[in-house]
């Protein structure tokens, strides 16, 4: 069997491979890193500005058209926005539905942890909602540093 690979493709990249990489492959990979985080942000405001619109109609036509005025209703719906935006920008560059879910659960985790208090009154919706947009950039950073190998090669991953 040949190891040759094409050309144009780049094997994926496995922890034995950092301790061999330059500073040059390394910063390289950092750089991709890092742009894909921007990517996946950006992506997530795409999603809830695309699809929000899509939330108001839809609940007008379900006769309740004050639904996304509570906040636990309008953290899942942005939650879900972000996920659809983003999911779908990261399945075009290649990545599993594995990484795709993970990224989705990152968004409803991070706005489900403070469902509890503001159902009981010790935090008001609109903390929440900003709590869990603060808590979601920092989750999702921490599962690309988990898997830092997929998500430092551009993004490209095994299906």
Excluded: C, K
């Amino acid at each position: 069997m040949s190891t040759e690979t094409h050309p144009t493709s780049r094997p994926h990249r496995t922890p034995e491979h950092i301790e061999d990489a330059t500073p040059a492959s390394t910063a390289t990979a950092w750089a991709a890193f890092a742009l894909h985080y921007l990517e996946m942000v950006v992506t997530m405001a795409v999603g809830m500005v695309v699809l929000h619109p899509l939330w108001v109609v839809g609940f007008q036509v379900l006769g309740l058209p004050g639904a996304l005025h509570h906040a636990t209703v309008m953290a899942l719906v942005m939650a879900t926005d972000m996920s659809l935006g983003m999911g779908g920008w990261m399945r075009l560059r290649g990545h599993s539905w594995r990484s795709i879910v993970e990224m989705g659960a990152a968004m409803y985790l991070s706005f489900v942890v403070f469902v509890p208090p503001v159902w009981f009154g010790a935090v008001s919706g609109g903390a929440m909602v900003t709590a869990g947009h603060l808590l979601m950039l920092p989750t999702m950073l921490a599962l690309m540093l988990w898997r830092r190998n997929e998500y430092g090669d551009g993004g490209h991953s095994p299906s």
